[in-house]
Antibody
């Protein structure tokens, strides 16, 4: 069974840092690309970052570029999101999600999602 | 303000057919990028519903279908059931000045009357 379990969320002051982790199991993690997607309370989905299966290609949304860093450790079946210079508007549930099982000739959909971890940025 | 525009809400009675639109522009859907659809039941993570404009992942009932034309896409749900009450999101890609982005619609809340 595919499982993605996020951890590391919590309350942090504006300007602070937090590192999220996502533990993957039930599939060959090293073969799949990954996304981080967030959802502010009562709001819609917002893509945060994409990382290729080997970690060689990473993209970020403009809203987090220069502040957030995605990485992965395929030996540990883990995905990470280092978040620095946090702002109130970064408050959200952060989901890690995999891509690669359902693809067309050009793109792959985000297929499996974790349960999410809540990040609250407040003083 | 989302790059992809969805109606905030739609509703229908059990057994009816509803459609949810997703309107983009020439830099995203109109550029030929695929559209994917997700269903989010209250309080849980999204679930992939349609990928590549019109394909259903295994396990998704054929009551759900997707289409794309020009700068827009649509999700249709036939034989509406109470358990379909959820938020629905479209997703595509956008060629922006900063490069390449994954973009979501603002979401549509489906109410089953």
């Amino acid at each position: 069974e595919v499982q993605l379990v996020e951890s590391g969320g919590g309350l942090v002051q504006p300007g602070g840092s937090l590192r999220l982790s996502c533990a993957a199991s039930g599939f060959t993690f090293s073969s799949y690309e990954m996304n981080w997607v967030r959802q502010a309370p009562g709001k819609g989905l917002e893509w945060v970052s994409y990382i290729s299966s080997r970690g060689s290609t990473i993209y970020y949304a403009d809203s987090v570029k220069g502040r957030f860093t995605s990485s992965r450790d395929n030996a540990k079946n883990s995905l990470y999101l280092q978040m620095n210079s946090l702002r109130a508007e970064d408050t959200a549930v952060y989901y890690c999600a995999s891509l690669g099982r359902y693809c067309t000739s050009t793109t792959c959909a985000t297929d499996y999602w974790g349960q999410g971890t809540l990040v609250t940025v407040s003083s | 303000q989302s790059v992809l525009t969805q109606p905030p809400s739609v509703s229908g009675a059990p057994g009816q057919r509803v459609t949810i639109s997703c309107t983009g522009s020439s830099s995203n859907i109109g550029a030929g990028y695929d559209v994917h659809w997700y269903q989010q039941l209250p309080g849980i993570a999204p679930k992939l519903l349609i990928y590549g404009n019109s394909n259903r992942p295994s396990g998704v009932p054929d009551r759900f279908s997707g289409s794309k034309s020009g700068t827009s896409a649509s999700l249709a749900i036939t034989g509406l059931q109470a358990e379909d009450e959820a938020d629905y999101y479209c997703q595509s890609y956008d060629s922006s000045l900063s490069g390449w982005d994954v973009v979501f619609g603002g979401g549509t809340k489906l109410t089953v009357l």
